[in-house]
């Protein structure tokens, strides 16, 4: 297993989850256009999402990297302390630092293990806006303001580099460390790498952490006036053999409910697992059963694969309570 792929849908209810700013009086969703058919889309950042998984890893127990003002090429910036061995975040999420190697200046950086896009929706935006004042208990002068928000169905795409989880290049990502594992090997220059590596159980407790959070999700903007639930309603994990994101858009619901449930599109999910099939270790298919019209279709379409799991939402967080690295 080199990768992990997390794939999930979720119906939020009258949200703006990510503002897009304002526009005169009105704060406006974050929105893109799809080209083929000129319709706009809500989006959710993946800048927020990535804000939001640290505060459940924070509120799972978990201590993050502090956050500080720097002064780097005359200019402040904002950044982590850069440390992944120490920190969960620094490891996940990544850092760009500048900071003294064997007394020398030098910029370590690390690409983020956990990668994401944000959220998107599957239905197009409808033009829904709430409208709001601010009164003025002194005086007469009130202050009119609107909100887009959006009910919609948001499927999450999260993409989880397992084999780099944990492993920490000298020089490029973090300076000489101590009392950890220690591997070299050559890079596709030829240059020898020295890499550190955190115990298993850590990589493992850390891996199970990420998991965890994106199958809790929760938060967003403006939840005080226009609170929702985020958590996910079905999700799709695929262990993969190479790093190549599989399902990506392919996990959707249908237009129109079915006595008042969601209709999955079974067979462009079969479809897709199907042409790369030779690169999946294995899937699981957590699903609210009670929310969706069709889960027996589902079953029975992957009956005949030995590497497919269809669960209910409870048994898919067991599983990921007890997923590991593998040898």
Known sequence: MKAIEVVTLTKVEGANLNSNGTEG????LKKVRDPVDGREYVRISGQ???YHLRQILKELG??????VPRAEGGQKVIVSQGEPHRYIDDDLFGYMIAKKVEGKNATLRRTAVVR?????????????RDFGVRYDP???QHNIY??????NVMRGNFFIEVDRLGVFKEGLEVPKLEGLEVRRERDPTGNEVTLYILPKEERERRLRAI???????HGGAKLSNFFTKVYPEIAVVVLLRRKIPVVGDALRVKEGYVDGKFVLDV???KETLEAFRDNIEKVYIGVFESRFANVEELKEAFRDWDNVKIVSMKELKEEMEKIGLGE
């Open 48 to 50: 927020s999402v990535k």
């Open 116 to 128: 994401t896009n944000g959220m998107m929706s599957i239905f197009p935006y409808q033009e829904d």
């Open 25 to 28: 009086v009105i704060s406006v």
């Open 146 to 151: 609107e909100t887009e928000i959006t009910t």
């Open 211 to 217: 998991i965890k959070a994106i199958l809790e999700y």
């Open 267 to 269: 067979e462009r999910l």
């Open 138 to 140: 002194t005086g007469d």
């Open 62 to 67: 978990w201590e993050l990297s502090q956050i």
